[in-house]
Every structure is written in structure tokens, then in C-alpha cells.
């Protein structure tokens, strides 16, 4: 059972006209209930009921509205601050309450100190309502060696709460912060948690304003290999992925915090164990089996106070793998910290926009090809120079955007087969795509690429790529990917592209097809393919397809 950590404290300044700064920013009134209570809704509609809110400014308010979960159905607990503790100081005080479900006493030696910390924690008995266990398996929360140890009173009394829930917690948690609306599929998110071997996951995602957020990077498997600070200056072409306010983490991470200060969760914790993960060779992650962190240690191992106990190793990396993923999805989350933002969810709430995304749903996407439909046809680009976008492609894809459609780019690279270039120079050519619609509140959902090519002979050929595939169009490798990737409808999908190829490949994959009069407009004569419609370029067939959807 995954348990779930809601940072819910803060002013809310910029959302003053609707607080009246009477209630926190969490309880921010969305259709006529607290922001916060959307988030419990999300959370026990996924099985998540054990519930931690850490609460700061008018936190009485909160403890007010949701008392200890009953009446939603969940069990609620919480720590309050009475100084603000950054975004993980709070965690020093999690490590106790996540292993074994208890909420540390007031006159526990736990807790003796933290009105001197700055920070208070008080109990709240759960609900007595049995709570629907996570679909995961158990067998995803074995015991490490570096989990904080419990007493035989606290491993009995968890032990206890497990028997009546038919559950145990599970070695990890999923933390969200209070001013983010979000419809995700949260089990989707844990599979690839679990997955991955993760030790933390982020939930990324394009998003309409990269030039002034910070970014994240990842390498072709998900892995977070840096992040991009907003402050930088941006001579370079980038991706558009942000971090999106969710993650699940490794319950060993709060050892990470071994005082309770004020501690920034991305630079305290998560950049370095990037840094670490960069370390690790491929090689030894695969040798060291992943272990999600334990409900508790053996039973007589525990200090006399467990909550004092300093058992995170030097290296963060030494309790398990340091690798760090980001779980990358096109699904609804907003962060509503401004009025403005406000309004827009709530225009997307009550348009069914937000739901849809969600990857419970199938989707509908518009696949896209590249060369002659969204950029110039200038021969063979394999130059980030030659690269530029044909006139409509930016407000075509925007409209694709609003429609409640993916848009994901599927493009043939043989230029990397025929050793005109490499991978690393079409990623970057991606990477300027990327920018230049960031740059204009445009984004693409994801973009796949084909380098191979099955014909030899060609002078500076690179014999690694020069290879029969799947994925090379007219084979509808790349679109099954996408469609298992992001639970696509095939059937209610479609492809659009400047040749009898692409079509080919819509027909194959089962897509509506469009052809456009760009690029090669049909002229390369490939296959005997009809299109299903023919448009003058993207903009006219993103139209007539979303008119006729």
C-alpha cells in the first residue's frame, strides 16, 4: 500500500483575491470545494488512503475541514511547522511515521524536541473504516538493511494496522505538494517506479511555457541526467520537459535529512543523487538488485530512540540504486498558484479536458511525420542550420494542443544510417523543434525517430544502423510504441505526412490519413496508398481532422 505525502503549507500571496488570506493556498475553493480535497478524491480513487499532510500557515484550517479522514474515507495525519522547513526538511520527521504508520506522540522522546525545531507533531486517530490496499504486489516492499530500525512496540503495532488492511505499506511513498491540480494515473506511475528500480521518480511533462521553467533531462531509458535551471542563460536548444510537483520516492530518502531544517528537495536530495547515479556505470545498477525500503528492520536492532537513530550510510547511493527517473507523461497537472491558473483549470475541469488525458483513458493522437510536413523539405537535415519550420507548423500543432489530442512526432532518420550525422545530432535537431514551439507556448507530446536503413553501399555508411527494423516507416514500430507508451486509440487516430509512405504507415497502423501538399506532396510514389483526405499543409488537416472528430 502506497502511502502519500501532501505538501500543503504556504501563503499563497499571488492567489490573495480568492484566500482573502482566511484560508491556505491548498484550500483554494475549485467548483466549489478545497483544491485539497481534489487531491484526497485522486488519492482514494487509486487505493491511497494513508494519508500525511504536512501543514504550515492556517493549517487549522485544513485540520478542520478533513479531521483525521473519516468522513472521506481516508486516514489523515499530520506535521505541522511552525518555521518553514523547505520543501524536505519535513522529511526528519516522515521517516518515523512512514515505516511504521504511527504519528509520533507529543510526549514521545520523538517528539520531546520539536517545539525547540520549530516543528510539531500531533496525533490523529485513523478512521475506523478498513482502506482499500494498491494494486502493486507486496512483493515490491522487501527489507533493506539501511531502513530506519522500529521498536517492538511500533513493529507490533504496524504489523497490527497491516493485518487489518490486508496490506503493508509499501517501500516507498508518493509526495505531492498542495498547489498542483492533477488527473494521473497514479498506478501507471508506480508500475514504472517499480519498473525502473527507481529510487526517485519525477512526473514530467511538456508544458506551454518552457522558456521560464526549469527542466529537466533525461536520457533515452528516462534516467534524470541534470537539470536545466530557469536562470540559466539559454544559448543552446533544449527539451521541453518540467517537472510537474509528483513524485514517488524511496522511504530511505528522508535518512537523507538528518535534521529537521530547512532542506530543498531537487538541490539538497535530488541533484545529488543524480550526480551519484551519473557515477554508477551501467553495469553496476544491473548488478545490484533493487530492493524497495522495508517496513522496518529486524525486531530487537532498535535504539533506545528510534526517532534520534542516524542510519543513512555517507553515500546516499550505498541503501540502494542512486538512479533517479522521470516518468514522462502527457496527463493533466497544473500548478494553480496564481489566479489565472486557477481559472484555466477550471476551465479545463468542466470541458472534460482534464479527465480525458488522464492515461486510464485511450487517447487520440495526430501523429505527425517531420521532413516536409512540420519543417522545410532542404534535402536530407541532418544540420541543426537546415532545420526550419514551415510557416503553419507552430499554430497547427498549438491547435492540436487544445483539442485534447496528442501530437507525437514520428520521423524516419536514415541520415544517421548513411553516416551523415549521429544520434546525438538529430536529438539536437529535436531539441531546437522543441524550443522553437516552447518559445511560443507550443509543445510536442513526444517525438520518435527511426536511424536505420536496410540498403548498403553508400560511401560513409555506418554499418551499425544499416539494418532491416521495425520502427523504419512504412512499419508501424514507432506508433505501437507510442500507443502502448501513452494508451493511444489507434482507431480513433490519425497520420499526417507529405508522402505515399507515411501513408502507407497510417494504413498499416490502422490511422486515418492525411496527406499534405508540402514537402514531397505525394510526389515520392512509394506506394499505391489513398490518403483519406488531401490538405493544402498541417494547419488544414489538423483542422478538418479535429472538425471532424
Known amino acids: 500500500m502506497m502511502q502519500a505525502v501532501i505538501m500543503a503549507g504556504g501563503k499563497g500571496t499571488r492567489l490573495s483575491a480568492l484566500t482573502k488570506d482566511a ?64 520543501t524536505a526538511g519535513a522529511f526528519y520527521y516522515l521517516k518515523e511515521m512512514l515505516c511504521t504508520g ?19 507533531a500531533r496525533s490523529v486517530d485513523p478512521p475506523a473504516t478498513d482502506a482499500p490496499s494498491s494494486a502493486l504486489p507486496v512483493a515490491s516492499t522487501s527489507t533493506r538493511s539501511a531502513d530506519r530500525p522500529a521498536t517492538d512496540a511500533r513493529a507490533a503495532s504496524a504489523s497490527a494496522k497491516s493485518a487489518m488492511t490486508g496490506a503493508v505499506p509499501a517501500g516507498y511513498f508518493l509526495l505531492l505538494f498542495g498547489d498542483v491540480f492533477f488527473d494521473v494515473d497514479l498506478q501507471r506511475m508506480e508500475r514504472f517506479h517499480v519498473e525502473k528500480h527507481a529510487r526517485a521518480t519525477l512526473f514530467v511533462h511538456p508544458n506551454n511555457h518552457p522558456f521560464d521553467s526549469d527542466l529537466v533531462r533525461l536520457d533515452d531509458d528516462g534516467r534524470v541526467t541534470g537539470f536545466d535551471s530557469k536562470n540559466n542563460n539559454r544559448t543552446y536548444w533544449y527539451d521541453n520537459c518540467v517537472n510537474g510537483g509528483i513524485y514517488i520516492l524511496d522511504r530511505d530518502i528522508c535518512d537523507l535529512v538528518h535534521e529537521p531544517v530547512k532542506t ?122 537546415d532545420f526550419e519550420l514551415e510557416p503553419c507548423a507552430s499554430g497547427a500543432i498549438g491547435r492540436i494542443n487544445t483539442s485534447g489530442y496528442l501530437a507525437i512526432v514520428v520521423t ?90 507515411d501513408i502507407q504507415t497510417g494504413k498499416n497502423a490502422g490511422l486515418g490519413t492525411a496527406l499534405v501538399l508540402t514537402g514531397e506532396a505525394g510526389r515520392d510514389g512509394k506506394y499505391g496508398a489513398t490518403p483519406d483526405m488531401v490538405c493544402a499543409d498541417l494547419a488544414d488537416a489538423v483542422e478538418r481532422i479535429l472538425a471532424g472528430s
Open 23 to 86: 484560508i491556505p493556498k491548498p484550500m483554494v475553493p475549485i467548483l466549489g470545494k478545497p483544491l485539497l480535497e481534489w487531491q484526497v478524491e485522486q488519492l482514494r480513487g487509486y487505493g491511497i488512503t494513508d494519508i500525511i499532510m504536512v501543514i504550515g500557515h492556517l493549517g487549522e484550517k485544513i485540520r478542520s475541514h478533513f479531521g483525521d479522514g473519516g468522513p472521506f474515507g481516508v486516514r489523515v495525519r499530520y506535521i505541522e511547522e511552525t518555521q518553514p522547513l523547505g
Open 102 to 120: 504511527e504519528t509520533p506522540a507529543t510526549d514521545a522522546p520523538a517528539a520531546s524536541a520539536l517545539p525547540v525545531t520549530g516543528m510539531s
Open 264 to 385: 530543498d528537495l531537487e538541490k539538497d536530495i535530488l541533484f545529488p543523487l543524480v550526480e551519484l547515479g551519473q557515477a554508477k556505470t551501467p553495469s553496476a545498477y544491473q548488478a545490484q538488485p533493487y530492493q524497495a525500503s522495508g517496513v522496518r528492520a529486524a525486531a530487537g536492532t532498535a535504539p533506545a530512540n528510534p526517532a534520534t537513530a542516524d542510519t543513512a550510510p555517507a553515500n546516499p547511493a550505498a541503501a540502494g540504486t542512486a538512479s533517479v527517473y522521470g516518468y514522462r507523461s502527457p496527463e493533466y497537472i497544473k500548478d494553480v498558484g496564481t489566479v489565472e491558473r486557477v481559472g484555466e483549470a477550471i476551465r479545463d475541469i468542466e470541458s472534460g479536458l482534464a479527465t480525458a488525458k488522464c492515461l486510464k483513458n485511450r487517447q487520440k493522437c495526430i501523429f505527425l511525420d517531420r521532413d516536409g510536413t512540420i519543417n522545410r523539405l532542404n534535402g536530407l537535415v541532418y544540420r541543426e542550420e
Open 412 to 501: 524516419n532518420q536514415p541520415v544517421v544510417a548513411r553516416g551523415l550525422c549521429t544520434i546525438g545530432d538529430v536529438e539536437n535537431i529535436h531539441r531546437k523543434l522543441s524550443t522553437l514551439l516552447g518559445k511560443q507556448g507550443i509543445y510536442l507530446d513526444d517525438v520518435l525517430f527511426c536511424p536505420h536503413h536496410p540498403d548498403r553501399g553508400y560511401p560513409e555508411e555506418n554499418p551499425l544502423y544499416k539494418i532491416p527494423c521495425d520502427c523504419r516507416k512504412p512499419a508501424t514500430g514507432m506508433i505501437e510504441k507510442a500507443a502502448r507508451r501513452y494508451h493511444i486509440d489507434l482507431s480513433a487516430s490519425w497520420m499526417v505526412g507529405d508522402t505515399t509512405m
